[in-house]
């Protein structure tokens, strides 16, 4: 059985942050997480990955503010967003790739806006 669930979105203003979780449930070898996320009208673009060995990839956009972790026990990959800008406004999803397949989970809205 496939999950990933994410959560933190929301409604906040410029300057704020959010935290964002992905809970992921899969039972295959996982060798990258990854954070995309999507506005209207645009397509779907990577924000921040982070593979088993902890090596970490970062959209230039968003280098200095947001931060991609994950903890193995809670099997939880999070998104630390920090000085929002509206830009920033998106569906926001994560990912898990494996050596077969690559899984998303639903989304989760974030939009700032003052």
């Known amino acids: 059985q496939v999950r990933l669930v994410e959560s933190g979105g929301g409604l906040v203003q410029p300057g704020d942050s959010l935290r964002l979780s992905c809970e992921v449930s899969i039972m295959e070898y996982i060798y990258e997480y990854g954070w995309y996320r999507q506005a209207p009208g645009n397509q779907r673009e990577v924000v921040a990955t982070?593979?088993?060995?902890?090596?970490?990839n970062s959209a230039d956009s968003v280098k200095g503010r947001f931060t991609i972790s994950r903890d193995n026990a809670k099997n939880t990959v999070f998104l630390q967003m920090n000085s929002l800008k509206p830009e920033d406004t998106a569906v926001y999803y994560c990912?898990?790739?494996?050596?077969?397949?690559?899984?998303w989970g639903q989304g989760t809205q974030v939009t700032v806006s003052s």
């Open positions: 990912d898990a790739r494996t050596f077969a397949h690559t899984y």
């Open positions: 982070i593979s088993n060995t902890g090596a970490i």
